[in-house]
């Protein structure tokens, strides 16, 4: 299969990309190395991705349609965007212009040209302060707490315009604090890591007395490519571990898998922020036979063992 992904150099889309070159697809992929974080590290992904016919591109450019055009990819799975809750705090410019306009983009590229499948990310974080947990798919989700939620919710709608008006298949991933090796810089795992082998204090936000449905990369990628290989419709899945852990218990487990103590400073809860995160997965694992379930130590154990070849700490 001809699959276009987005966002390939990026955490979920390059884990994403190398499933599926492993098992023998044609993958072009885009990525704009976008500067919000370490472009440096964006690279070393790609050369994990021999086999891989890349393209710098970004998603609201023309040149994003003229490849699309070109290569006319069977399905489409569209990772790119500008990600982080606290960030669009400061910089909503970024998050109008790649999770609106881009995807826009997308949607008219997919109108045009017709993939079999649209598989695009969507994130917990539509979930708002909702207080019924766990979250289901089934809930209404119209009161967004950040402009990355509400770009995330504008996606979904969208996408079902298109599904609705031109019979594209789409499905939207609503994904859950991925975690695991290649991680993104600004996710706690990373963030936490790097400061307990520096020594250095990590900030946990109100009190501690928050929990998050912590998923592994793994799992994210084998509920995705499932999910791309069934085209059926319009769809909305979450995919997380459905099992949220209080973030001092999660401390206290990436303490011992990097054999260090942290130094905590405790912080009030941050604009934008949720208490709790919690994915019910009833719906992704009737539909696909699937759902995330690697234990969150033995994810923290690969994850530190990456983490520590490839920032040189001993």
């Not at 939620?149 to 979904?156: G, M, P, Y």
Request: hydrophobic letters at 40%; a neutral charge; glycine letters at 8%.
């Amino acid at each position: 299969m001809n699959v276009l992904v987005t966002g390939v150099a990026g955490f979920i889309g390059m884990h994403c990309a190398k499933r599926l070159l492993a098992r023998g697809d044609q993958v072009i992929g885009i990525d704009n190395f976008s500067p919000y974080y370490s472009t440096e590290l964006k690279r070393d992904r790609l050369k994990q991705l021999p086999g891989l016919q890349f393209f710098e591109a970004d998603i609201a450019s023309p040149e994003f349609l003229e490849i699309f055009a070109k290569h006319r990819p069977q399905a489409v799975l569209h990772l790119a965007a500008q990600a982080g809750v606290r960030y669009s705090l400061e910089n909503p410019e970024a998050y109008i212009h790649s999770n609106l306009v881009g995807f826009a983009n997308v949607l008219e590229a997919c109108r045009a040209h017709q993939p079999r499948h649209l598989v695009f990310a969507s994130s917990s974080s539509v979930y708002g302060s909702n207080t019924k947990l766990p979250w289901s798919e089934n809930h209404n989700v119209d009161h967004p707490i950040s402009l990355y939620a509400a770009t995330k919710k504008s996606n979904e709608l969208m996408a079902h315009v298109y599904a609705h008006l031109h019979g594209l298949n789409a499905t939207g991933l609503r994904y859950f604090t991925v975690y695991g090796p290649w991680g993104r810089p600004d996710m706690s795992a990373m963030l936490f890591a790097r400061a307990i082998m520096e020594d250095k204090p990590i900030q946990i936000f109100n009190d501690g007395d928050m929990e998050r449905d912590f998923t592994y990369v793994d799992d994210v990628v084998e509920g995705t490519v499932r999910v791309l290989d069934k085209p059926e419709g319009y769809r909305i899945y979450n995919i997380g571990n459905h099992e949220p852990v209080n973030l001092l218990e999660y401390v206290k487990i990436l303490e011992s898998v990097l054999g260090k103590s942290a130094r905590i400073e405790k912080k009030p809860m941050q604009p934008g922020d949720v208490k709790a995160t919690y994915a019910d997965t009833h719906a992704l694992r009737q539909a696909v036979g699937f759902a995330p379930a690697t234990p969150l130590r033995e994810g923290l154990q690969r994850f530190a063992a990456w983490f520590k070849d490839y920032h040189g700490y001993r």
